[in-house]
């Protein structure tokens, strides 16, 4: 029968959403069906309504009856045949089918006995984009002539169309025996003196000879590294794997989100890793998949699809993937397995949040108004004590850290270099230039307000007792409880500071619930393992803003939506190595047990793993727990559960944030709280002026957290288009 890849694309589309109509309409793949014991057919590359840029991996099975040289395989009634190869161990012809315009497009394996025939039909859609994030945004800046090749140097020059388009280049760069990069010498004979040698994760011994390819697709520019020997490995094709490469793929995830709108990028996350590559792991980035290029996770996700399509038109169909990034690199991870299931097969993400727009966002923006509430607004004194505990932070230091960040709700503060200023948003001057923010980058999803134009934004606030637990245990007085929630304030539309609360477009809510950008935990990451790694920051003298209740945020979601986190393993140490570093003995053993958890687990057999078949598989080296912080530090198995009794939490404080110090849970996953009035015996006495300025502050009353938010759900399903 025709069936789409067996994990790429895994789930093909079940929904489509389209975006500010809320329109939901099936979707679904369509295929042949063949008679039992007949020949298969598939599409390897990606789904088969989901190809892009005019060519598609194809494998065709045949039964023992049918000789392979009998089988015929036609694209639109034009034989194609001779662009396939036979793999007799495997009994498939496998070859790239081209020539593809956008559209639909029928495939055909057919042998003399037309019982046995089966074909698949095939959407192609442009390598530019989009698949299913949405109409592309506008304007776009082209940064090939910037991209700066890792080792080789230089650069893609100038695009050669509108959407950013490269040719493609292939370089191969070598390991010294200094463990350093060099550039392999060209029409080279023979190996250098000081080439490395390097033993992959499957005993093979190679020369740490890697082959970088760079090009573009979806207006990203990717690239990809493998072993691959010049002198002795043929070129790479979906048939022949490179010796020295295992099979698998490290998906890189870059950092950031500031910035990250209107242009291509001008970097990958990374694909010259030592030890990645030593391994014999492919590594594979696009510039779309850094954060601080483009702060999007439907955009992410699509991005993901695509590079691993061409990289597996090229290489063949691999093993598994792992997504592995920190920061904003582990929004993309967290968003793209749960969203968008079999992009990757397991996620290893390090200083974790569980996503931009929520978790991030709403933390941020209210240390921005404390922040300046504090500075500002107070008319009554604060210890800098009694401000940290209503932060919830471990250091006070952590509010003004990341105030400035909050303002990536500002379409105004981070506009990246790229975009001439004559392009960008100003209220006055420019109403309807580019509004550089994390929701109007959202707006295929949000919509859009039908007056202005500016993306729906689902930030709120009202409601919200900031500082309500300090008050419960008198670290405050009901006086400063008062001053604080009457001048607090929230944001206007264009992010700046106004005097009431914020209050949030209700269909943006609905949309991001429904749609996954809030992270729900309970679609793709339902059957993806997980290690979340932390390098502790929390109690750093300057503040941070990865601080490791997300971890537990995360955690939460996943047995509130699942009933279960057993998927989920976090491992904890303090800060040598930096965020998400291979320098780390901990994130190494996190890959490589990420490896044989899912080699375990055996995901090439076509199905999502249970939540239950991951944890049975879940290796025995893999131990939940932290290092200790002296210079020679010990590993100290237990569960990382904000017990404040653990040797753990002794040593790496989870702390708290301003939303978990009012009243919400760890989960931070209420966008919109539902309100009640409130009740004077749930606060400490007050006088009968306290009382009415209480009442007066919350007209609308206060927030009830033992309630679900206003528009909370579920998902509507995975592999939404907009």
């Known amino acids: 029968m025709a069936v789409s890849k067996r994990r790429i694309l895994v789930a093909a589309a079940t929904l489509s959403l389209v975006a500010g109509t809320g329109a939901v309409t099936s979707s679904g793949v369509d295929t042949t069906q063949a008679r039992p014991g007949g020949l298969e057919i598939e599409t390897i590359s990606s789904a088969p309504d989901m190809v892009t840029g005019g060519d598609v991996l194809v494998e065709v099975t045949a039964p023992k009856q049918i000789p392979p040289h009998r089988i015929s395989v036609t694209l639109d009634g034009a034989e194609v045949t001779d662009d396939f190869t036979w793999d007799a161990d495997r009994r498939v012809l496998l070859g790239v089918v ?185 590594v594979v980035s696009s510039s779309l998949n850094v954060f601080g290029n483009n702060c999007s996770d439907l955009l992410t996700s699509e991005t993901a699809a ?59 923006t209210d240390a921005r108004l404390l922040n300046h509430y504090f500075n500002d607004e107070a008319q009554v004194e604060w210890t800098d004590e009694q401000k940290r505990q209503v932060t919830g932070f471990a250091t006070l230091a952590t509010m003004p850290n990341v ?175 930096g965020g998400l570093s291979t320098n780390s003995p901990l994130v190494r053993h996190g890959i490589t047990q990420m490896d044989a958890w899912l080699t375990a687990l055996d995901v090439t057999d076509g199905e999502l793993p249970s939540l239950e078949a991951i944890g049975q598989n879940r290796p025995e080296a893999l131990v939940e727990g932290c290092m200790t912080r002296d210079e020679n530090p010990e590993f100290l198995p237990m569960t990382l559960d904000r017990d404040p009794s653990s040797e753990c939490e002794a040593l790496y404080d989870s702390a708290s944030f301003p939303r978990e110090v009012a009243g919400e849970s760890v989960r931070a996953d209420v966008i919109k709280c539902q309100t009640t009035a409130p009740v004077r015996e749930d606060y400490p006495a007050m006088d009968d002026t306290q009382w009415q300025r209480l009442q007066d502050v919350f007209a609308g009353g206060v927030c009830d957290y033992t309630v679900p938010g206003v528009e909370q759900q579920g998902l509507i399903g995975t592999w939404l288009r907009f």
């Open 98 to 282: 081209d020539g593809l315009d956008v559209g639909e497009h029928d495939i055909a394996a057919t042998s003399p006995n037309a019982k046995w025939d089966t074909s698949v039909q095939v959407t192609n859609h442009p390598g530019e984009g989009p698949l299913f994030s949405g109409p592309h945004e506008e304007p776009f800046i082209c940064e090939t002539h910037k991209f700066n090749i890792p080792v080789v140097g230089g650069n893609l020059g100038e695009p050669l169309d509108e959407n950013c388009s490269a040719e493609t280049r292939v370089d191969h760069i070598y390991l010294t025996t200094a463990n350093q990069w060099a550039v392999w010498p060209t029409d080279a004979t023979a190996y250098p003196e000081n080439m490395a040698q390097t033993t992959t994760s499957e005993g093979t011994e190679v020369p740490a000879v890697v082959r970088m390819e760079t090009g573009t697709a979806n207006r990203g520019i990717y690239q990809s590294t493998v072993l691959h020997d010049p002198l002795t490995d043929p070129e790479p094709t979906p048939t022949q794997r490179p010796e020295g490469w295992n099979g698998k793929v490290i998906y890189t995830l870059g950092g950031g989100c500031t910035g990250g709108w209107f242009h291509q990028g001008t970097g990958t996350g990374g694909v010259t890793d030592r030890f990645m590559l030593g391994q014999g792991y492919a």
């Open 403 to 577: 105030a400035n960040g909050a303002r990536r709700i500002d379409p105004t503060a981070f506009c990246p270099g790229a975009l001439p200023a004559e392009l960008r948003y100003h209220p006055e001057t420019n109403p309807g230039g580019a509004r550089c923010d994390v929701y109007d980058h959202t707006i295929n999803a949000y919509g859009a307000d039908e007056e202005t134009g500016f993306a729906l934004r689902p930030l709120d606030n009202v409601g919200i007792q900031y500082g309500l637990g300090t008050l419960q245990d008198g670290t405050i007085t009901v006086d400063q409880f008062l001053d604080l929630n009457e001048a607090v304030g929230g944001y206007d539309h264009d992010g700046q500071f106004r005097d009431e609360r914020s209050q949030a477009d209700l269909p943006a809510v609905t949309a991001a619930y429904q749609t996954g950008r809030l992270t729900n935990g309970g679609g793709g990451l339902a059957h993806t393992p997980i290690i979340d790694y932390r390098a502790y920051t929390d109690d750093s003298p300057n503040g941070d803003i990865h601080v490791r209740y997300h971890t537990n945020s995360m955690r939460e979601r996943l047995v509130a939506a699942n009933g279960s986190a057993v998927n989920h393993v976090s491992l904890l140490e303090d800060n040598r190595y």
């Open 306 to 364: 695509m590079t691993k399509e061409v990289f597996n038109e090229v290489y063949g169909q691999d093993d598994f993937t792992i997504g592995f990034g920190c920061s904003g690199g582990s929004y993309q991870a967290h968003q793209a397995a749960d969203n968008y299931p079999g992009i990757f097969d397991g996620i290893v993400v390090g200083c974790s949040f569980p996503e931009v727009g929520f978790g991030t966002v709403d933390f941020i």
